[in-house]
């Protein structure tokens, strides 16, 4: 018999899966419910900020942020969705009781990635319709800017009944399987940055990003908010994925290098299957050391404002002279403005409204994207892409 080479094995088998995996969902129709084993990713539009819901291989919960700006009647923010019929955060929390695998939903674990509206405003909401049982966030160093949200959620902090925890980067054992995490020995959260102290890629060292003193320098020298943030990064098997909150990529007006988050992330973490970008696109990230570090197969846009994402990230992401390999871009949503801006560039996302989900099958070896309409509570499946073979 003639020998067969590992890499036609390999083709079949993936051809098998493609078949297999293709008739497991139809257009029009729900997703399927997670499965044990599956790694479960989605990326909630509410129109109105952040929010990501995780269900990890064995049943394990997270949710990283859950925003809520204001409604503005202008040209920077499209539709709250599906409607304006609920809040951002009750859209949030029924999200998650849909796609939940368990009844009633809870919720093992909760990040807030740092202290700004369209990150945390919502958290009170969802912690009060959905138990959650460990919270963490940044802390309290460096102290965050006064005002009525901050008073609000450390309110809520106080009194949601649950532990709540600060996100310690480096760490890979703050937020774990809780449910059958002995069977999943391939799977880690590792806590990667928060408050400009970054993982170092070896065991649990970091070392700070800013210089000694810092906060003793000229307030428009100071890093901000979003230099804070918590970042994380999910390794199953092969696959990796990446979220960093608001991080900083690009110093602006001339501020020092110091303030390029990207950079020191991007050595520690690698080459990475799918990137949630940072503050969503905005024009102080994604740099191309940043880009060309960490080679994504699939990019995640977490837009709901007109400068999401910014010109000059976009033409980054899509240049061969920056990042030659391929890429597929998917954004929570394009308004009219940036669309506008982007016409000359053929419409380079393969998704531009729904909200957006990562299907990793069991072991890590390969995964799907999933759009699902986002302006009905039935989530109905739009599109599906892939499968792609993780790194």
């Known amino acids: 018999m003639p020998s067969i080479s590992r890499s036609l094995i390999a083709a079949l088998v993936f051809a098998i899966l493609r078949i297999h995996t293709a008739g497991a969902q139809t257009l029009g129709q729900p997703l399927p419910p997670w499965t044990p084993g599956t790694l479960d990713i989605h990326q909630i539009q509410t129109g109105r900020g952040n929010a990501a819901f995780l269900i990890f291989p064995d049943g394990t919960t997270l949710l990283i942020d859950a925003g809520a700006v204001p409604d503005r009647q202008s040209l920077e923010i499209g539709p709250a969705r599906p409607s304006a019929t609920r809040t951002p955060g009750e859209w949030i929390a029924q999200y998650i009781r849909d796609f939940s695998p368990r009844t009633p939903a809870t919720l093992d ?16 909401v969802v912690g009060h319709a959905i138990p959650i049982r460990t919270l963490l966030d940044r802390g309290e160093s460096p102290a965050p800017a006064a005002g009525s949200l901050i008073d609000r959620y450390r309110e809520f902090r106080r009194n949601f009944g649950g532990t709540s925890e600060t996100f310690e980067p480096g760490r890979a054992d ?11 020995s391939d799977f880690e959260v590792r806590n990667v940055a928060a408050n400009g102290e970054i993982w170092t890629g070896q065991g649990i060292a970091t070392r700070l990003a800013f210089p000694a003193g810092w906060s003793t ?24 994925y990446f979220t960093g909150g608001d991080l900083v990529g690009v110093p602006l007006d001339n501020l020092p290098s ?43 846009v977490p837009a709901w404002h007109a400068s999401h994402p910014d010109h000059g990230v976009l033409r980054r992401l899509v240049s061969p002279r920056v990042y030659p390999n391929p890429a597929d871009l998917f954004t929570t949503t394009l308004l009219d403005a940036p669309r506008a801006v982007f016409s000359y560039l053929r419409e380079p996302f393969k998704s531009t409204e729904g909200h957006i989900v990562v299907r990793v099958q069991p072991g890590g070896t390969a995964y799907r994207v999933f759009i699902l309409d986002d302006g009905n509570a039935a989530h109905t499946v739009l599109a599906i892409h892939g499968p792609y073979t993780s790194k």
């Open 217 to 240: 320098l000229p307030k428009d020298l100071q890093p901000g908010e979003n230099s804070f943030s918590a970042a994380l990064r999910i390794r199953y098997g092969r696959f990796s």
């Open 258 to 300: 110091w303030h390029d988050l990207e950079s020191p992330v991007a050595r520690a973490i690698g080459a990475t299957d799918v990137l949630v970008l940072n503050h969503h696109g905005w024009l102080d990230t994604t740099n191309a050391f940043f880009l060309q570090t960490l080679q994504p197969r699939v990019v995640i």
């Open 109 to 124: 674990y909760a990040l807030i990635t740092h202290y700004h509206d369209d990150h945390m405003a919502a958290i009170d």
């Open 174 to 184: 703050q937020i774990v399987p809780v449910r059958n995490g002995a069977r999943y």
